[in-house]
C-alpha cells in the first residue's frame, strides 16, 4: 500500500504536543518475543500463560513465598530483554524527542529499551523489570540497589522499603494488578495535552492502555491518530486511526524521524 509518509511528516512538524504509545511489536524486532504471536512464549508454553495469572495473587497471599520463588524461577521473558539492544524503532522516536517533536512515549514494554535508545521523557504503563515498586507509597528502586539473593540467604524477604518499610514487589505489572495511580495520571495528562498521537507496534487489545488512543481521539478537539502496525487492530477497524502505516515500525520509524529532520531543517 501507499505509505503517505510526507502527510504524516507535515502533522508532526505542525503539531503543538505530539506523543507516543509504543507496544510488543516495538521490541520484537529487538528480538524481544511477544506473548500471543505466532513464536510467543505463551503460544508455545500455555502453561506459562496460566502461572502468570496466578503470580500477583501469590504476592498479595504470600509476599516472601513470591520472593522466593522469583528469586528460584528464571524469566524467559527476562533471559531475552538483558540481551536486546534497542533496535531503529527505538532510535527514531529518540531523533524525534530530540528534534523537539514528540514530547513524551508510554510504552507498553517492561524492557527499558526507550530509555536505552535516548528517550527522556518515558512513562513505563506496565513498569520495568530494571525496577522494584513499594505497594504502600509507590516509590521506585533501582533492581540492581538491592542484593535480592543475600536477602533470601539470611531470610530477610521481601524487600523493604527505604521510604516507609512497606513491601517492595517488582516494578512490572502483573495480572489483574492495576496500574499504579501515578503512571495512569501521567499517562491521562499526557494524552490531554497532545494533539498528535503516534501507535507504534501495539495490538491495542491490553486494557487499559488500549483505551488511550480512544481517549485522544474524543478530545474535543481531536487527536490526530497516526498508527503504525504490521497488522489492522481494533483501531484501525473502528476508524479511530486517520494513518494507518503498514508494516515494520523499524522501517517506518526512521523514515517518518528522517522526513521531520529534512523538514525542520528545509
Known sequence: MNIPIDEVVEALVKSKYAIALTGAGVSTESGIPDFRGPSGIWTRNPEAERRAYEV????LRDPRRFWEEY?????????????AQPNPSH??????????????????NIDGLHEKAGSKNVIEF?????????VDCGARYPKSDFNLIALRDEGKLPP??????????????????PIPRDVIVRSLEEVRKCDVMLVCGSSLVVYPAAELPRLAK???????????NLEPTPITIEGISDYFLQGRTGEILPKIADGVKKKLMS
Open 56 to 59: 500477583y495473587s501469590l504476592f
Open 71 to 83: 528469586l528460584s524461577t528464571s524469566s524467559i521473558l527476562e533471559s531475552y530483554i538483558e540481551k
Open 91 to 108: 532510535f527514531a522516536l529518540a531523533e524525534l524527542e530530540s528534534m523537539g517533536v514528540l514530547k513524551c512515549v508510554i510504552t507498553q
Open 126 to 134: 506496565h513498569g520495568s523489570i530494571y525496577k522494584l515498586r513499594c
Open 160 to 177: 523493604i522499603c527505604i521510604m516507609c518499610g512497606g513491601t517492595l514487589k517488582p516494578d512490572v505489572v502483573y495480572f489483574t494488578e
Open 218 to 228: 474524543r478530545k474535543v478537539p481531536p487527536a490526530l491518530i497516526i498508527e503504525v
